[in-house]
């Protein structure tokens, strides 16, 4: 079972920055796809970026050019800079990490708020 841990989110005006971090507690980490996920009232849950192993990133295409994720296999943490923040990024952040390994893994985070004002 692989536990993680997001923080770094809250309240900002639009156009702020906002960095997530989520800490995981695998020493595997570096195996691990890991993605952020947001989802706002409502709505569905949708992936916002990802990052392999291989460190191969993807974004959602209302994010792309102001959001980058990043990570750093020595601390077992994938970050989620936002940048030019508006207010329909306003969501629920979560913290995903997938593995083919022993299986398929997949496991979540409990969620960050993000509050976009306008």
């Not at 020595?74 to 940048?83: G, R």
Request: aromatic share 10%; net charge positive.
């Amino acid at each position: 079972q692989v536990q993680l841990v997001e923080s770094g989110g809250g309240l900002v005006q639009a156009g702020g920055s906002l960095r997530l971090s989520c800490a995981a507690s695998t020493s595997i980490f570096s195996i691990f796809t890991m993605g952020w996920y947001r989802q706002a009232p409502g709505k569905q849950r949708e992936l916002v970026a990802s990052i392999t192993s291989g460190g191969s990133t993807n974004y959602a295409a209302s994010v792309k050019g102001r959001f980058t994720i990043s990570r750093d296999n020595a601390k077992n943490t994938v970050y989620l800079q936002m940048n030019s923040l508006k207010a329909e990024d306003t969501a629920v952040y979560y913290c995903n990490a997938k593995a083919a390994y022993k299986g398929v893994q997949n496991f979540w985070g409990q969620g960050t708020q993000v509050t976009v004002s306008s």
